[in-house]
């Protein structure tokens, strides 16, 4: 039996919800899906999320949200990670961090996926060890499901493919978030892991990745703060879908998706 999953790049404000309202339902018909996942980090004005924009994208068939680092912008976030076990933080904060790093998922068919979200440390935050992470927690997850998918929000292209390869065969896929940037590296490991650097971004891509590109260059021009506005032009919903063989948790097919959404 074979499980498609659906992964979306990192969804960026009220742009990024509206591509995923008008997109989502034809991809999951299209495709067959079985199980939706999205990272929200960014889904609340670009930066973190909150209680009403979670559901929200609930509402639109989204099965569970992965994040990253800006996933603690929003003040009531650590009450909304406490209850709402539908919405998952990097597994590598330290201990008695709020929420949970790794959830085991089922499709409505009564399959059961896992999903482990890891954050970065190059050029990011001195987190605990993702890779020493993956360890502790695999074990565990595989003894309930040989479906495995990893949101790695990292910035560094080389941390991300260190992944890939230090945990083919241990797990389905291993997928990058957080540069908001597509890349055209899908493939298949060895091992029977999918891999891709970076998911990409659903959001206004008439923008420096998701934000308003005039007030980015400004930034960067005069090394000053600005607050930074979301476009609603020019929407794309940039995604991965995940095909698995249920019997032996391997991949069998990643295919990138990048859908214009005017």
Avoid at 15 to 25: C, F, I, K, P
Avoid at 88 to 95: L, Q, S, V
Avoid at 176 to 198: C, F, K, N, S
Avoid at 220 to 227: E, L, S, Y
Wanted: aromatic share 6%; net charge neutral.
């Amino acid at each position: 039996m074979l499980v498609r999953i659906l992964f979306i790049g990192d969804i960026v404000g009220k742009s990024g919800r509206s591509a995923v309202g008008r997109e989502l339902h034809r991809l999951v018909d299209s495709h067959n899906i079985d199980l939706v996942v999205a990272n929200g980090e960014n889904a609340a004005g670009g930066f973190g999320i909150t209680p009403d924009t979670a559901n929200e994208l609930f509402r639109q068939g989204i099965h569970l949200l992965t994040s990253g680092n800006h996933i603690w912008d929003k003040k009531e976030v650590g009450n909304l990670l406490e209850r709402d076990g539908r919405i998952i933080r990097p597994a590598n904060y330290p201990p008695g961090t709020a929420g949970q790093g790794a959830t085991i998922m089922e499709t409505a068919g009564g399959i059961k996926v896992g999903v482990l979200n890891l954050e970065g440390r190059v050029y990011m935050k001195n987190l605990d060890c993702p890779f020493r992470a993956a360890d502790a927690l695999l074990p565990e997850m595989r003894a309930q499901t040989p479906i495995i998918m990893v949101d790695f929000h990292a910035e560094a292209t080389s941390e991300k493919s260190a992944l890939g390869w230090y945990l083919d065969g241990r797990v389905s896929a291993v997928f990058g978030t957080h540069t908001h940037v597509q890349t055209a590296d899908e493939r298949i490991l060895p091992g029977g892991t999918a891999y891709l650097t970076d998911v990409g971004m659903t959001g206004s891509f008439d923008s420096v990745i998701g934000v308003d590109k005039e007030q980015a260059i400004k930034r960067f021009v005069t090394q000053q703060p600005a607050k930074f506005d979301i476009p609603k032009k020019n929407l794309h919903l940039n995604a991965v879908v995940l095909t698995v063989d249920a019997t032996n948790g391997k991949a069998t097919g990643v295919e990138r998706i990048n859908i214009p959404c005017q």
